[in-house]
Protein backbone atom coordinates (compact mmCIF):
# COMPACT_ATOMS: atom_id res chain seq x y z
CA UNK A 1 0.00 0.00 0.00
CA UNK A 2 1.34 3.37 -0.60
CA UNK A 3 0.55 6.48 1.32
CA UNK A 4 -1.89 7.69 -1.82
CA UNK A 5 -4.29 4.84 -0.91
CA UNK A 6 -3.92 5.97 2.58
CA UNK A 7 -4.62 9.73 1.92
CA UNK A 8 -7.57 8.75 -0.39
CA UNK A 9 -8.96 6.66 2.51
CA UNK A 10 -8.11 8.33 5.26
CA UNK A 11 -11.41 7.98 7.15
CA UNK A 12 -11.22 4.41 7.03
CA UNK A 13 -7.55 4.31 8.41
CA UNK A 14 -8.33 7.15 11.06
CA UNK A 15 -8.51 5.01 13.67
CA UNK A 16 -5.62 2.52 13.03
CA UNK A 17 -3.77 5.43 12.89
CA UNK A 18 -4.34 6.50 16.59
CA UNK A 19 -4.44 2.72 17.70
CA UNK A 20 -0.80 3.13 16.42
CA UNK A 21 0.13 6.00 18.61
CA UNK A 22 -2.67 6.10 21.01
CA UNK A 23 -0.83 9.91 21.73
CA UNK A 24 -2.64 11.46 18.68
CA UNK A 25 -5.85 13.22 19.83
CA UNK A 26 -8.84 13.55 17.61
CA UNK A 27 -7.85 17.11 16.68
CA UNK A 28 -4.66 15.67 15.74
CA UNK A 29 -6.34 13.38 13.54
CA UNK A 30 -8.22 15.54 12.43
CA UNK A 31 -5.96 18.51 11.15
CA UNK A 32 -3.72 15.42 9.67
CA UNK A 33 -6.19 14.46 7.40
CA UNK A 34 -4.45 11.88 5.71
CA UNK A 35 -0.99 14.29 5.19
CA UNK A 36 2.07 12.41 6.03
CA UNK A 37 3.68 15.34 6.62
CA UNK A 38 1.30 16.71 9.26
CA UNK A 39 1.82 12.94 10.75
CA UNK A 40 5.29 13.23 11.03
CA UNK A 41 5.36 16.47 12.34
CA UNK A 42 2.41 15.40 14.81
CA UNK A 43 4.34 12.06 16.15
CA UNK A 44 7.58 14.35 16.51
CA UNK A 45 5.05 16.80 18.75
CA UNK A 46 3.60 14.56 20.65
CA UNK A 47 6.71 11.70 21.03
CA UNK A 48 9.20 14.03 21.00
CA UNK A 49 10.63 12.02 18.04
CA UNK A 50 13.25 13.06 15.53
CA UNK A 51 12.30 13.63 11.95
CA UNK A 52 13.82 10.85 10.51
CA UNK A 53 12.66 8.69 13.32
CA UNK A 54 8.92 9.85 13.05
CA UNK A 55 8.96 8.78 9.20
CA UNK A 56 10.88 5.55 9.94
CA UNK A 57 8.51 4.41 11.95
CA UNK A 58 5.55 5.37 9.40
CA UNK A 59 6.85 3.84 6.65
CA UNK A 60 7.42 0.75 9.09
CA UNK A 61 3.26 0.77 10.07
CA UNK A 62 2.97 1.01 5.70
CA UNK A 63 4.29 -1.46 5.15
CA UNK A 64 1.96 -3.88 7.70
CA UNK A 65 -1.12 -2.58 5.99
Known sequence: ?????????WEQFKGKV???WGKLTNDDIDVIKGNRRQLAGR???RYGKAEDEAEREIDDWLSRH
Open 18 to 20: QTQ
Open 1 to 9: MNWNQIEGN
Open 43 to 45: LQE
